[in-house]
């Protein structure tokens, strides 16, 4: 069985989001980037296919050499090798297109991306790879288990889930659900030693089309301070809430 | 030109997430002159359609298939973009509208845009803006291609109703099939969900434990919210994974948010930062949650919310 996590390399989650160059690209100075955490469900589950059933876990970025740690992060946590598709993305639709072309030379049985990556928050790579290769995709996928040939998945949906079944080929969107939290896999130093030794291939793109463009950031407005009510005054709140805020 | 909405619906009834869609693609189509169609599967309430400008429905009869099913979906919508010629195809921030709004790019060659919280600012090329690094920032982005699929943000444009009579087309449904196949639903009809909710009350680890919970969910009802938590807390299982909002959880855009006995930490507050109106409680002065807050009680949650709650019902009542 050949596994592909699509991994994407992400501001740690306590960032402070800046831009620069006139608010036309992200500042990265001072960032630390981690392995986007809906990508770290899917290969905590990747990992767990390849110990119980030997599968091949390959991860692979579309990014600059600076993504290059987050993929040995990868290799540590156990994955098999790494590709690193050497292009900086504009758009979600630009990466699918490279995985694809990625997907074209390998068959995967199994592609694994996440839900939605926490800073483009695109929530389409997964879902565009799949059907310009023509295979199903299954969003905001909680569950995964293989009996025999076929697949039990579940899909979280707004306000409960779906239960299905499916063969491969296939894509998912991982998210929190798909392996608990205490699952995930801490590298420790045998698997850090080990991954140096693991492939790391870096392959140019062969596709470089993007359907959008973005033109420039700008950051939230400061907020006003908070009007604080006394806690014996529970009829003022309601007031407020009802006649100032006009929300209840 | 065309301007195409796909109308979600439960059990026949349109979602009130595609009433915003509608909306806000009336707007788009009364100031550019196009026309307003909308797809839905099987949608019995129809003539509500008539009071949000639609002038033309789709209504493909599923043939009591009541799944969603995103390749049949895809394959009906984009040969109705192809037949009206649409260049806007509007989806809601629903779960299905956004496993369905990429998919559909795809199938009819378009720019795909998610998080979209305003109108476009201008049209050929469409520029439109939307949020980013979960709520932490706003981008502009322009399509480079003819045809764009838009995911409208919930709660960013708001409902606006406009008279109208529309036609109504019935369809065949696609009998596109794949290996992906839906044996069951599980889910709970009687609650309100995160994503359709105006209001939604939040508990955090300063309740204590799981059998705290009635607080919360007695006041969500009182108010008929959706409940909701921080990640520890259903980390720890006092709570469904679905409850959890926040940076790695559910986004969050209600009209009143409410959270109790949750310190605000960054990534929760990214989570729920596009909500409106944020009211906090919390028995700790200097939470971090009160400086992103609109309202707050310093006070211990399981006094000040059994009071919120009972005052609530007594107002109800009259
Ligand atoms: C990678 C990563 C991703 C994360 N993603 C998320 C996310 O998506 N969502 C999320 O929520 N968190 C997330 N977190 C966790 C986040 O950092 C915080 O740990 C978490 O939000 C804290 O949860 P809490 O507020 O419930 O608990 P605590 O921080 O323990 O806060 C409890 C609060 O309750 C108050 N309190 C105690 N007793 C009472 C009382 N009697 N009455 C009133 N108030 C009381 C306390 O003053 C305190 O402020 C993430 C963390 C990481 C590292
Ligand atoms: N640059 C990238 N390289 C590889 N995979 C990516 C990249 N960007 C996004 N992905 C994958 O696509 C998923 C969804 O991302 P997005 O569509 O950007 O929200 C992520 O969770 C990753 O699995």
Redesign the interface.
């Known amino acids: 069985m050949n596994i592909l996590v699509c991994i994407s390399n992400v501001?740690d989650?306590?960032s402070k989001?800046n831009?620069n160059e006139n608010n036309t690209s992200f500042d990265s100075l001072g960032v630390q980037f981690i392995i986007n955490?809906?990508d770290e469900f899917g290969l905590t589950r990747a990992i767990w296919l390849q110990q119980k059933l030997g599968a091949k876990v390959t991860v692979v970025t579309v990014g600059d050499s600076t993504c290059e740690a987050i993929l040995r992060k990868c290799l540590a946590i156990g994955a098999d090798q790494a590709i690193r598709i050497d292009l900086k993305p504009q758009?979600?639709?630009q990466v699918a297109s490279c995985l694809a072309s990625i997907c074209k030379k390998t068959e995967y049985d199994l592609v694994i991306t996440g839900r939605e990556s926490?800073?483009?928050?695109?929530?389409?790579v997964g879902?565009?790879l799949?059907?310009?290769l023509k295979?199903?995709?299954?969003?905001?996928c909680?569950q995964l288990e293989l009996d025999g040939d076929n697949l039990n998945?579940q899909?979280?949906?707004?306000?409960?889930?779906?239960?299905?079944?499916?063969?491969f080929p296939?894509v998912i969107g991982a998210q929190?659900?798909l392996v608990e939290?205490k699952d995930l896999i801490i590298p420790n130093m045998r698997g850090i030693m080990q991954a140096r030794q693991k492939p790391l291939e870096v392959v140019s793109p062969e596709i470089n089309a993007?359907?959008?463009?973005?033109?420039?950031?700008?950051?939230?407005a400061e907020?006003g301070p908070?009007?604080?009510?006394?806690?014996e005054d529970?009829?003022g709140?309601?007031d407020?809430?009802e006649n100032e805020?006009k929300?209840? | 030109m065309t301007v195409l909405v796909f109308i979600e619906s439960q059990d026949g009834v349109i979602k009130k997430a595609s009433l915003e869609a509608i909306s806000y693609g009336r707007s788009i189509a009364d100031n550019q002159g196009y026309n307003l169609i909308g797809v839905g599967f099987s949608i019995k309430d129809s003539e509500v359609l008539n009071s949000y400008g639609l002038d033309k429905l789709y209504n493909i009869d599923t043939q009591g298939d009541y799944?969603?099913n995103?390749?049949r979906y895809s394959s009906n919508i984009s040969s109705i973009v192809e037949k009206e010629k649409a260049s806007i195809a509007i989806v809601s921030s629903?779960?299905?509208s956004?496993?369905l709004?990429?998919?559909l790019?795809?199938?009819i060659d378009?720019?795909?845009?998610?998080?979209v919280i305003e109108l476009p600012s201008q049209y050929e090329p469409l520029?439109v803006k939307r949020?980013?690094?979960?709520?932490?920032?706003?981008?502009?982005?322009?399509?480079?291609?003819k045809c764009t699929v838009l995911?409208l943000s919930s709660n960013s444009f708001g409902l606006k109703e406009k008279q109208g009579k529309m036609e109504v087309i019935s369809e065949s449904y696609s009998n596109l099939t794949?290996?992906?196949?839906?044996?069951?639903?599980?889910?709970?009809?009687d609650?309100?969900?995160?994503?359709?909710a105006?209001?939604v009350v939040s508990g955090g680890r300063g309740l204590k434990g799981p059998e705290n919970w009635h607080l919360i969910e007695d006041l969500a009802e009182v108010?008929g919210a959706a409940t909701a938590c921080s990640k520890p807390v259903s980390?720890m299982g006092w709570r469904s994974?679905?409850e959890?909002v926040g940076?790695?959880?559910k986004p969050v855009a209600s009209?009143?948010y409410i959270a109790i006995g949750v310190s605000g930490a960054?990534?929760h507050i990214?989570g729920i930062?596009s909500s409106?109106?944020k009211?906090?409680i919390n028995n700790d002065p200097e939470a971090p949650f009160?400086?992103?807050?609109?309202?707050?009680?310093?006070?211990?949650a399981f006094?000040?919310v059994p009071?919120?709650t009972e005052?609530?019902k007594a107002?109800k009542k009259i």
């Not at chain 1, 926490?118 to 389409?124: A, L, P, Q, T, V």
């Not at chain 2, 009160?290 to 211990?300: H, L, M, S």
């Open positions: 501001p989650t306590t989001i831009f955490p809906n758009d979600g639709f926490i800073d483009y928050n695109g929530g389409m879902a565009i799949a059907t310009q295979i199903p995709y299954l969003a905001n909680i998945l899909r979280e949906i707004d306000g409960g889930k779906e239960i299905l079944t499916a063969t296939l929190k659900g939290e993007c359907n959008s463009l973005v033109q420039n950031y700008e950051k939230p907020k908070v009007k604080l009510v006394d806690a529970i009829d709140l309601i407020l809430l805020a929300v209840i | 799944y969603f995103v390749e629903s779960a299905d956004r496993y709004g990429p998919v790019s795809v199938k378009a720019a795909y845009l998610s998080n520029k949020s980013c690094f979960t709520n932490k920032a706003f981008n502009e982005t322009q399509s480079e291609k995911s794949n290996n992906l196949k839906v044996s069951s639903l599980d889910k709970a009809t609650k309100v969900s995160i994503a359709d105006d209001i108010l980390d994974h679905s959890h940076q790695t959880g009209n009143l960054i990534q990214a930062n409106k109106v009211v906090v009160f400086k992103a807050a609109d309202y707050g009680i310093v006070g211990d006094e000040v009071t919120l005052k609530l107002r």
